[in-house]
Each structure stands twice: as C-alpha cells, then as structure tokens.
C-alpha cells in the first residue's frame, strides 16, 4: 500500500497479477485495476470483510500443488519460520501486495477453461493462507460457486482460525506436516507441533480429503523415530488420499540470504535415492499411499 504521509490516507497500489512467483514485493506494479482511494479506516474495513487481501504472488502450474493445472495464489505471511523455508519473502504480511478480491475473483474466471480441460483449481498457498481467513474464505467461496476445484496449502498451525463455512468450500487440504516428534518440529519451525496434529483431526473428523507433505531434510527431518510418528499419526486419519515425501533442495538460499537473515542449510544436501526410498517406506509400511 502506499500512504502520503500528510493526510493518513492509505491507498492500495493498482495491481498487476501478472507477477512472476518470485518477484520482490513492491516493484513493477502496473494496473490492470485501479483499487481507487480508501482511507486508512476504509482500507482496514475491506480487510475484515475479505475484500482485500495481501498477496506474494501467483503462478500457473501443473502437476504441484494439487491435481491439473492450478492457479496458485501465494498469501503473504506466515507464523512459522522453517528452516527450509523456500519463500522466506512472505514471512511479512505487510511486505505483500493489497489485492482486491475481485481482481482475484476476476484472473480466477478466466482461467475457467484450463481448470476443466486438466481438471485443475484454484490453490492457496503462501506463507500461511490462514493468516487471513476472510479473504481467504472468500476467495475459496467464489472458486467454489464458479465450480472451480479448491486446494488450502496450509501448515496447520492456525487451523482453529478456519471457520466450518471455510473449510465447506475445500476440496482437497494440502497439510504440511514439518515433523513428527514435538522437539524436532519447534527446531524445525520454531513453533509447538499439536495445533497441526489438532487441525488434522478435526479435518479427518469432517471427512475432508487431505494430502500429507512431508519434507525430508538430511540430517533434520530424517531420524527413524520421526518419521514414524508422522507417518503412525498420519494412519489414523481416515481421510487421508496420499502422502507426498519432498526432497528438500536449496532454492530459497539465495532469497534468506538476500534478505539477511540466517540461512542455517547452507551445508545440507539434498536426499539421496536410498534416504528417500527409505522414507516413503516407512509410510507406506502404515498403508499410506505415498509418493
Ligand atoms: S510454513 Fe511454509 S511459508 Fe511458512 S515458514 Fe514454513 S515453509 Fe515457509
């Protein structure tokens, strides 16, 4: 947003969904919709409504994040600060980009006919959808009455802030389960892990389908014992559709370290076959479909 400084008027930047995923937030915007000009009030209303949301980005993408082709719309800011974090741009919500919900809604639309040709969706990921729970909720409500397939890509940790309503309007949740004994999930994410476990049950509890990501970190995320409590946790819901074992992979290093802060994988590899093979077996010894 930008603000004059002088009167305290705030004004959303006009908006160009066009931004490639990885672009600094708050550069090159060029309108394809003006938001016009709300006051600092104004501005804080359309957020409580949902109307107005803080966007990293988004992007086009096939066979990630969900089945088909989606529109992934990354959210920005999040609780949690993994270690492996690849986007570590979004950790702030207020470094993301104002977005109205219906410049979204509108981008969304267009993209009706890719999304039933490869029986595709909308997905929304971030940093952590459920920072914002009225905008979110309200663009998952506006896929949904379009008959757009829904994805919510979500850590889990602030699941209690999803109404019911939200989560009706879900097709498939996308729960990242970082770790799955209690110490090795705050090192991981610097956060307690049974608000995740929570949301999980309450998510089986509802029937919802969910895939499970599970990213492996040599050395991290890797220990025998942890994967068996996720994997032994993951098998008693029921609504679970498969498990997906991540590499783990150094994309966003230069990013942690474009932005000072402390990069603490610069000398993790990634996984080796046999690590992974390992891993997905472990899984899969719990009757886990896992890939
Ligand atoms: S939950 Fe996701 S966005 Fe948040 S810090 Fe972890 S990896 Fe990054």
Not at 17 to 29: E, M, N, Q, T, Y
Not at 110 to 124: D, N, Q
Not at 200 to 205: E, F, I, P, Q
């Amino acid at each position: 947003m930008s603000a004059d400084g002088v009167s305290g008027e705030v004004r959303p930047a006009p908006v160009d969904l066009d931004v490639p995923r990885l672009r600094p937030a708050g550069k090159g915007l060029a309108g394809i919709a003006s938001t016009g000009r709300m006051t600092h009030h104004e501005h804080l209303e359309a957020v409580r409504r949902g109307d107005l949301g803080s966007i990293h980005s988004w992007e086009l993408v096939t066979s990630v994040d969900g089945p088909g082709t989606r529109l992934t719309v990354f959210v920005a800011g999040c609780g949690l600060r993994c270690q492996y974090c690849h986007n570590p741009d979004t950790f702030v919500m207020a470094r993301g980009e104002p977005v109205l919900l219906e410049d979204l809604v509108a981008r969304l639309r267009r993209y009706r006919g890719v999304f039933r040709a490869t029986r595709g969706g909308l997905t929304v990921s971030g940093g952590e959808p459920l920072m914002q729970p009225a905008f979110v909720g309200r663009l998952l409500h506006e896929a949904k009455a379009m008959g757009i397939h829904t994805c919510l890509d979500t850590n889990g940790y602030l699941g209690a802030h999803a109404p019911d309503a939200l989560l009706d309007d879900v097709d498939l949740v996308l729960l990242d389960i970082k770790a799955g004994l209690p110490d090795t999930y705050h090192e991981v994410t610097g956060v307690e892990l049974e608000p995740t476990l929570r949301f999980s049950r309450r998510l089986a509890g509802r029937g919802q389908a969910m895939w499970i990501r599970y990213v492996l970190v040599p050395g991290l995320t890797d220990a025998v014992d942890d994967v068996e409590a996720v994997a032994a946790h993951v098998a008693t819901l029921g609504s679970v559709e498969r498990v997906e074992v991540l590499p783990f992979h150094q994309m966003g290093r230069d990013k942690w370290e474009s932005l000072g802060l402390t990069y603490r994988l610069a000398d993790t590899p990634t996984p080796s076959g046999e690590l992974l093979e390992r891993v997905r077996g472990q899984f899969r010894a719990h009757g886990l479909t896992t890939y």
